[in-house]
C-alpha cells in the first residue's frame, strides 16, 4: 500500500503563491500516476493536474493551465505543486492521488476513479 500526506497550503492573498507538496510512502514503486484535486464547499471534486510518476509527463486543468505547476521529486518520492498568480476560486481543500492498480490506467486522467490512494487533503485559501 502507498500513504500519502500533503503539506503547504494556508492562506494567501490573491495574486499570491503557493506550493503544495505530497509524500508518498509505503509501495512507492507501484505508483503510476500521481494527481491533484481540489473540492470547494458545496461543490464537486474537480480535477488540477496529474503526473506521471516515471516520465513525468504533466496534464492540467483548463482553469489552472499557466498558473500551476506540477512536478515530483522520485528520490524523495514527493510531488509538488507550485501555484502561482492565485485567486479566490481557488479556494478549496487540495487532495493528492496516486494510481497503484493498473486495472485503473485506462481511465482519464482528469478523472477521480483512476485514482485509488488519496490524501487527507490540505486547505487553500485565497483572499480578493
Known amino acids: 500500500q502507498v500513504q500519502l500526506v500533503e503539506s503547504g497550503g494556508g492562506l494567501v492573498q490573491a495574486g499570491g503563491s503557493l506550493r503544495l507538496s505530497c509524500a508518498a510512502s509505503?509501495?512507492?514503486?507501484?505508483?503510476?500516476?500521481m494527481g491533484w484535486f481540489r473540492q470547494a464547499p458545496g461543490k464537486e471534486r474537480e480535477f488540477v493536474a496529474a503526473?506521471?510518476?516515471?516520465?513525468?509527463?504533466?496534464y492540467y486543468a483548463d482553469s489552472v493551465k499557466g498558473r500551476f505547476t506540477n512536478s515530483r521529486d522520485n528520490a524523495k518520492n514527493t510531488m509538488f505543486l507550485q501555484m502561482n498568480s492565485l485567486k479566490p476560486e481557488d479556494t478549496a481543500i487540495y487532495y493528492c492521488?496516486?494510481?497503484?492498480?493498473?486495472?485503473?490506467?485506462?481511465?482519464?486522467?482528469?478523472?477521480?476513479?483512476?485514482?485509488?490512494?488519496w490524501g487527507q487533503g490540505t486547505q487553500v485559501t485565497v483572499s480578493s
Open positions: 492521488a496516486a494510481t497503484t492498480e493498473f486495472r485503473r490506467v485506462s481511465w482519464s486522467r482528469s478523472s477521480p476513479s483512476r485514482y485509488d490512494t
Open positions: 509505503g509501495r512507492t514503486f507501484s505508483i503510476y500516476t
Open positions: 503526473i506521471s510518476w516515471s516520465g513525468g509527463s504533466t
